[in-house]
């Protein structure tokens, strides 16, 4: 069932994800990331039973390319998130915070202990986020992120959900 959220422009819904919204994921994944997943890797994952995610897409407008997603793992009581994007005309809207809250429900109700994930330091909206949603530093890996001008460590975040 998808959850109606209205917001400073235009509304938006969040509903899960689907083996057929793969092409459209590999190409909101591509604003964004260096090396972005191809289509069949969406599908691959979306194909596991332990994956899961959230999309969301303009109110009355299913079809239409999602605005953001997030994809997650669960398994024996913890869970990772594998990757959240929005897309950047869509950003500071609330939909990645209804995304990852989506996800949180999701493990709630699955009595899943904690969430975690993997976040470049330097990425000041991702660690905003999560620290908003509750997650705190529990690991580092150093020069974990190769970029152009150089390495950037990662944090490990863990959210408690007990
Ligand atoms: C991180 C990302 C998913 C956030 O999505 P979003 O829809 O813009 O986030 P929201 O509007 O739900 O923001 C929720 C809260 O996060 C924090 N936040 C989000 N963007 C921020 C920014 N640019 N600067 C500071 N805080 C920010 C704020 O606390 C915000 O609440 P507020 O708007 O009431 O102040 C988005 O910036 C994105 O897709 N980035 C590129 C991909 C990426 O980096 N993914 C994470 C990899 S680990």
Do not use: K
């Not at 083996?19 to 994952?45: G, I």
């Not at 239409?64 to 809207?93: D, H, K, M, N």
Request: hydrophobic letters at 45%.
């Amino acid at each position: 069932m998808a959850l109606s959220l209205g917001f400073r422009r235009r509304r938006f819904v969040v509903r899960p994800l689907e083996a057929v919204d793969s092409a459209a994921l590999s190409a909101l994944h591509a604003e964004d990331f260096a090396r972005p997943w191809t289509e069949d890797e969406f599908e691959a994952l979306l194909s596991q039973d332990t994956v899961f995610g959230f999309a969301a897409v303009a109110e009355g407008v299913p079809d239409a390319p999602p605005w953001g997603f997030v994809l997650a793992r669960s398994a024996a009581g913890e869970a990772e998130i594998l990757t959240i994007t929005v897309s950047r005309s869509c950003r500071r809207r609330g939909i990645g915070h209804a995304l990852m809250d989506a996800v949180l429900r999701t493990l709630h109700a699955g009595r899943v202990e904690a969430l975690f994930l993997e976040v470049d330091e330097n990425n000041a909206p991702a660690v905003a986020l999560y620290r908003r949603l509750g997650f705190r530093e529990v690991g580092r890996r150093p020069g974990y992120y190769a970029h152009a001008a150089g390495r950037t460590h990662a944090l490990v975040m863990r959210r408690d959900l007990g």
